[in-house]
Nanobody
Framework: QVQLQESGPGLVKPSQMLSLTCTVS??????????WTWLRQAPGKALERLGA???????FYDPTLQSRASISRDTSKNQFSLQLTSAIPEDTAVYYC?????????????WGQGTQVTVSS
């Protein structure tokens, strides 16, 4: 069974880097044609897709992040990670990792449980 688990600090200071890791089990993140995606949901706001790393290692980012986001992977650990530079209070949200059934399809069949990240001094 496919499982995803987010990990990372729950509290980040403004201007610091927000880093999260998603550990995947039950499948390999290089399996075609899946895209491994980061999303978040801030209080009172809709779910927002931040970006993804595809099975072949290529990446996609939401333009609204203005180049603050970086997604990478460690295939030896079957993990993929999100780094968001210059954290701001508006980055406070529940962050999710999920598997998109195909690059850009935005149909997610497996999700992590989500992790709360608060940006505050």
């Amino acid at each position: 069974q496919v499982q995803l688990q987010e990990s990372g600090p729950g509290l980040v200071k403004p201007s610091q880097m927000l880093s999260l890791t998603c550990t995947v089990s039950g499948t390999n993140i290089t399996t075609i044609y899946y895209a491994w995606t980061w999303l978040r949901q801030a209080p009172g706001k809709a779910l927002e897709r931040l970006g993804a790393i595809n099975y072949d290692g290529t990446t996609f980012y939401d333009p609204t992040l203005q180049s603050r986001a970086s997604i990478s992977r460690d295939t030896s650990k079957n993990q993929f990670s999100l780094q968001l530079t210059s954290a701001i209070p508006e980055d406070t949200a529940v962050y999710y990792c999920a598997r998109d059934m195909q690059i850009g399809l935005q149909q997610y069949d497996y999700w992590g449980q989500g992790t709360q990240v608060t940006v505050s001094s």
